[in-house]
């Protein structure tokens, strides 16, 4: 265990035992909250489910794919077709996405609702929500239920002194009362009629002479003694009639501008009428979505801050069904762009203890200052609450706070250190003696003696030494930059209790591959009908709902950083000592190298001429590997400007494919009984596979197939058109895959009636072979076997 920390990402052992990853079988929905998937390889890959408490809060960047990876998967692969479902969509196009898949056609019932005023979902019809509906005399939280709209209506302005702002919410919630239990109000229960009680004169001026109309004063004058509602409509309107002219001016200013979105047109649409039942969304299995252009989030917020009020507390006070099972009963509120509507001091508390009354909230934002701006000190509640999904991270604050949330792990420094020393030294030195000469006795002179010495030495010494030291320091699991470098398709997942998870996010068409062909508008045409046309009912019943029917397509896992490990330590030997050679053995050295070069040069020795080396023979490449050897053609014909297969595979029936010029543009059509799971095109050059699943209307399968599917087709069918990508891209086999079996493919090459088909600029076809590159001149020769001429440039 290391003394710095103990962070890593955890093992595929520790999701099983945690229940992220169960027995799962391809083609069927996993038990819980599809939150990710775990990816080893093509063959190694399951979906990762939430099966907690906990909400989910969703971090990723502007275009990181929150909704493609995340907000759509959880709703088309967790089973929640039984549980209820609000979904505050800014664009629109979660409901475009989900909304077939959960309405089932025919019904008598809708079970997808739309508050869409602007009519985003192009269907041309929206529900009803008018709030004042659960304000009734026999609740006995109305006032606490009338508190929360007010609180919901007044967006708080982040002002220190918020005294205008509760006083106006306490005001606000008087109206809402009143405009809930008056009698007199009586069929004008909505916020529509509030918007005129708010912007009404305070008291009519003593010049004007003519009829009298209603104003503020006289309203709140008439309650004096009135006790309706428990008498907290009467405290709040005497509370106002307390305040000097100035004050109240200010408050009434306040509900005038927090109310003005209540004037747009397209408004009154979904807030008069027969509103919702707001207790039986919380007991049944409905689907909610709340459709706001981008641009209106802001000015009409408020309306979203009160739906999502009106739900949540609905979903507080009734329970879901009991004879479902504990995994069916959750109720899931999914707000996107969370912070956008402000904020909610309700959500505060509520993401506390929704979960004890079995609701969810799952949560996007795109960074986390922009959470902490908008809810100040508590903005952690809601990291405390939930489990973290992360990608797509481009802020500094964001990468540092999840580099520490990931942990600090321990690992080895390996440190070496290499020292080398010299040592010289050189002395010389000279002696001299003599004696002198001496005159003898006899007076005659004697030499003297002489001697004379020199010495001279010199030295040198060399040391080298070595040391290697191994120690444990502290590195984050992952820093800020690895943090913000992590690849597209990979988030980091933060649970509670275990090491943090680094798994894949695919996006929803490499995992739903079959969803409904018809639009939201066609299916929700069907309810409450019984049509007679059993065609029109088998193209709505026959779709075959979306599973999790194929891996992942993902790019392989990434290598794993390359781990620096120290150079080898030198091996430091001392020098050998030079031996010197003997001169015995200095004279035969020599006499062998003489006898040598008189071999060499003497006519008859060796060539210089060196041997070529022997042919090197390539193996020639492997023949292409032919899978299509399944295909029964059974008949063929070719037509201007088309060429049609008709095709037999085993288990999926007639199956025709269809090359077709069309406005330009090349394409390949398939039919098929069943829905393929997927069509593409190779290029078997280096493998490259485009996938197209545009679908083509019924009246199309007559004018390219030649026949009618109502009569000749008895199940649903599917059309794909393919367009090839002209530029430098050569497809020459066809494959289709569906749900069952190995793909088939069909080598195009093999076919030589295979049409010519002209773009504006190139050929995609000629007989035999695929065009590999742009432009290629018509030939006259081709285009006569397909019985055509070149077009004129």
């Given at each position: 265990?290391?003394?710095?920390?103990?962070?890593?990402?955890?093992?595929?052992?520790?999701?099983?035992?945690?229940?992220?990853?169960?027995?799962?079988?391809?083609?069927?929905?996993?038990?819980?909250?599809?939150?990710?998937?775990?990816?080893?390889?093509?063959?190694?890959?399951?979906?990762?489910?939430?099966?907690?408490?906990?909400?989910?809060?969703?971090?990723?960047?502007?275009?990181?794919?929150?909704?493609?990876?995340?907000?759509?998967?959880?709703?088309?692969?967790?089973?929640?077709?039984?549980?209820?479902?609000?979904?505050?969509?800014?664009?629109?196009?979660?409901?475009?996405?989900?909304?077939?898949?959960?309405?089932?056609?025919?019904?008598?019932?809708?079970?997808?609702?739309?508050?869409?005023?602007?009519?985003?979902?192009?269907?041309?019809?929206?529900?009803?929500?008018?709030?004042?509906?659960?304000?009734?005399?026999?609740?006995?939280?109305?006032?606490?239920?009338?508190?929360?709209?007010?609180?919901?209506?007044?967006?708080?302005?982040?002002?220190?002194?918020?005294?205008?702002?509760?006083?106006?919410?306490?005001?606000?919630?008087?109206?809402?009362?009143?405009?809930?239990?008056?009698?007199?109000?009586?069929?004008?229960?909505?916020?529509?009629?509030?918007?005129?009680?708010?912007?009404?004169?305070?008291?009519?001026?003593?010049?004007?002479?003519?009829?009298?109309?209603?104003?503020?004063?006289?309203?709140?004058?008439?309650?004096?003694?009135?006790?309706?509602?428990?008498?907290?409509?009467?405290?709040?309107?005497?509370?106002?009639?307390?305040?000097?002219?100035?004050?109240?001016?200010?408050?009434?200013?306040?509900?005038?501008?927090?109310?003005?979105?209540?004037?747009?047109?397209?408004?009154?649409?979904?807030?008069?009428?027969?509103?919702?039942?707001?207790?039986?969304?919380?007991?049944?299995?409905?689907?909610?979505?709340?459709?706001?252009?981008?641009?209106?989030v802001m000015t009409h917020r408020a309306w979203l801050r009160l739906c999502v009020t009106a739900f949540a507390r609905a979903f507080k006070r009734v329970k879901a069904s009991a004879d479902r099972p504990l995994h069916k009963r959750w109720r899931?509120?999914?707000?996107?762009?969370?912070?956008?509507?402000?904020?909610?001091?309700?959500?505060?508390?509520?993401?506390?203890?929704?979960?004890?009354?079995?609701?969810?909230?799952?949560?996007?934002?795109?960074?986390?200052?922009?959470?902490?701006?908008?809810?100040?000190?508590?903005?952690?509640?809601?990291?405390?609450?939930?489990?973290?999904?992360?990608?797509?991270?481009?802020?500094?604050?964001?990468?540092?706070?999840?580099?520490?949330?990931?942990g600090t792990a321990t690992v080895e420094s390996h440190g070496r250190s290499i020292g080398e020393s010299k040592s010289q030294g050189t002395s010389h030195g000279v002696s001299r003696g003599f004696n002198a000469r001496s005159i003898g006795g006899?007076?005659?002179?004697?030499?003297?003696?002489?001697?004379?010495?020199?010495?001279?030495?010199?030295?040198?010494?060399?040391?080298?030494?070595?040391?290697?030291?191994?120690?444990?320091?502290?590195?984050?699991?992952?820093?800020?930059?690895?943090?913000?470098?992590?690849?597209?398709?990979?988030?980091?997942?933060?649970?509670?209790?275990?090491?943090?998870?680094?798994?894949?996010?695919?996006?929803?068409?490499?995992?739903?591959?079959?969803?409904?062909?018809?639009?939201?508008?066609?299916?929700?045409?069907?309810?409450?009908?019984?049509?007679?046309?059993?065609?029109?009912?088998?193209?709505?019943?026959?779709?075959?709902?979306?599973?999790?029917?194929?891996?992942?397509?993902?790019?392989?896992?990434?290598?794993?950083?390359?781990?620096?490990?120290?150079?080898?330590?030198?091996?430091?030997?001392?020098?050998?000592?030079?031996?010197?050679?003997?001169?015995?053995?200095?004279?035969?050295?020599?006499?062998?190298?003489?006898?040598?070069?008189?071999?060499?040069?003497?006519?008859?020795?060796?060539?210089?001429?060196?041997?070529?080396?022997?042919?090197?023979?390539?193996?020639?490449?492997?023949?292409?590997?032919?899978?299509?050897?399944?295909?029964?053609?059974?008949?063929?014909?070719?037509?201007?400007?088309?060429?049609?297969?008709?095709?037999?595979?085993?288990?999926?029936?007639?199956?025709?494919?269809?090359?077709?010029?069309?406005?330009?543009?090349?394409?390949?059509?398939?039919?098929?009984?069943?829905?393929?799971?997927?069509?593409?095109?190779?290029?078997?050059?280096?493998?490259?596979?485009?996938?197209?699943?545009?679908?083509?209307?019924?009246?199309?399968?007559?004018?390219?197939?030649?026949?009618?599917?109502?009569?000749?087709?008895?199940?649903?069918?599917?059309?794909?058109?393919?367009?090839?990508?002209?530029?430098?891209?050569?497809?020459?086999?066809?494959?289709?895959?569906?749900?069952?079996?190995?793909?088939?493919?069909?080598?195009?090459?093999?076919?030589?009636?295979?049409?010519?088909?002209?773009?504006?600029?190139?050929?995609?076809?000629?007989?035999?072979?695929?065009?590999?590159?742009?432009?290629?001149?018509?030939?006259?020769?081709?285009?006569?076997?397909?019985?055509?001429?070149?077009?004129?440039?």
């Amino acid at each position: 265990m290391g003394v710095h920390g103990t962070a890593r990402f955890a093992f595929r052992q520790e999701l099983e035992a945690a229940e992220l990853l169960s027995p799962w079988q391809p083609g069927s929905v996993p038990e819980g909250l599809l939150v990710g998937w775990w990816y080893e390889n093509e063959y190694e890959f399951a979906p990762i489910t939430y099966k907690g408490d906990l909400h989910q809060l969703i971090v990723g960047g502007i275009g990181g794919g929150k909704f493609t990876t995340c907000i759509a998967p959880l709703l088309l692969g967790s089973g929640l077709e039984d549980q209820a479902v609000v979904v505050v969509d800014p664009k629109g196009e979660i409901a475009k996405l989900a909304g077939p898949f959960f309405q089932r056609p025919f019904e008598d019932e809708p079970s997808v609702h739309l508050l869409d005023p602007w009519d985003i979902c192009d269907t041309g019809q929206t529900a009803v929500l008018t709030f004042l509906d659960q304000l009734t005399a026999d609740n006995p939280n109305c006032t606490d239920d009338a508190r929360a709209m007010a609180d919901a209506m007044i967006i708080p302005s982040g002002a220190e002194d918020s005294h205008w702002e509760n006083t106006a919410r306490n005001f606000l919630t008087g109206l809402l009362l009143y405009l809930a239990l008056d009698p007199a109000e009586e069929g004008k229960r909505d916020l529509v009629r509030l918007r005129e009680l708010v912007t009404q004169p305070w008291a009519m001026p003593k010049a004007y002479v003519g009829k009298a109309k209603e104003n503020l004063s006289t309203l709140l004058y008439s309650y004096m003694e009135n006790d309706l509602g428990g008498g907290v409509i009467r405290r709040s309107f005497t509370s106002m009639l307390n305040r000097e002219d100035k004050e109240r001016s200010g408050i009434i200013s306040i509900l005038e501008r927090e109310t003005a979105w209540i004037d747009s047109p397209s408004m009154t649409r979904t807030l008069r009428g027969t509103s919702l039942d707001l207790g039986a969304a919380a007991r049944g299995g409905g689907k909610y979505f709340i459709v706001i252009p981008p641009d209106y989030v802001m000015t009409h917020r408020a309306w979203l801050r009160l739906c999502v009020t009106a739900f949540a507390r609905a979903f507080k006070r009734v329970k879901a069904s009991a004879d479902r099972p504990l995994h069916k009963r959750w109720r899931h509120i999914i707000i996107d762009e969370f912070p956008s509507l402000g904020q909610m001091r309700m959500l505060l508390t509520e993401v506390a203890i929704a979960r004890g009354y079995e609701v969810k909230y799952h949560l996007t934002v795109q960074d986390l200052p922009q959470l902490r701006a908008v809810y100040g000190e508590g903005w952690e509640s809601f990291i405390n609450n939930s489990f973290q999904r992360v990608f797509a991270v481009n802020v500094q604050f964001t990468a540092e706070y999840i580099s520490k949330m990931l942990g600090t792990a321990t690992v080895e420094s390996h440190g070496r250190s290499i020292g080398e020393s010299k040592s010289q030294g050189t002395s010389h030195g000279v002696s001299r003696g003599f004696n002198a000469r001496s005159i003898g006795g006899d007076g005659n002179p004697y030499p003297s003696n002489m001697t004379q010495g020199f010495s001279d030495s010199q030295s040198e010494t060399t040391s080298q030494n070595w040391s290697e030291s191994v120690s444990e320091v502290a590195r984050p699991l992952r820093t800020p930059d690895e943090v913000r470098r992590l690849p597209a398709s990979e988030q980091f997942m933060i649970f509670r209790a275990m090491h943090g998870v680094q798994s894949w996010r695919p996006p929803y068409w490499d995992v739903f591959p079959s969803l409904p062909e018809f639009s939201l508008k066609e299916v929700l045409g069907t309810v409450g009908r019984n049509p007679a046309n059993t065609w029109e009912r088998r193209r709505f019943e026959h779709w075959r709902p979306a599973r999790l029917l194929m891996a992942p397509k993902l790019l392989p896992p990434p290598a794993p950083e390359p781990v620096l490990l120290p150079p080898p330590a030198p091996v430091i030997e001392p020098p050998a000592p030079a031996a010197g050679l003997s001169l015995r053995t200095k004279f035969l050295l020599g006499a062998a190298a003489l006898v040598l070069l008189g071999w060499w040069l003497w006519p008859g020795g060796p060539s210089t001429e060196r041997p070529s080396p022997p042919p090197v023979t390539t193996a020639p490449p492997p023949a292409p590997v032919v899978k299509d050897a399944r295909f029964t053609v059974l008949d063929s014909f070719v037509s201007k400007l088309k060429v049609q297969r008709r095709v037999d595979l085993p288990g999926v029936g007639d199956v025709r494919v269809a090359l077709v010029q069309s406005d330009n543009q090349p394409m390949v059509l398939v039919y098929a009984p069943s829905a393929p799971r997927k069509i593409s095109v190779v290029d078997s050059r280096d493998g490259a596979e485009l996938a197209f699943s545009d679908q083509f209307s019924a009246s199309k399968v007559k004018a390219y197939f030649g026949f009618t599917p109502e009569k000749d087709a008895p199940q649903a069918f599917i059309i794909d058109s393919i367009t090839f990508a002209p530029w430098g891209y050569a497809p020459d086999r066809l494959r289709i895959a569906f749900p069952a079996g190995a793909p088939y493919e069909v080598d195009l090459r093999r076919y030589p009636e295979v049409l010519v088909l002209w773009s504006t600029s190139f050929p995609l076809f000629v007989p035999g072979k695929v065009v590999p590159r742009l432009p290629v001149p018509c030939d006259p020769a081709v285009m006569a076997k397909a019985g055509l001429k070149c077009p004129k440039r």
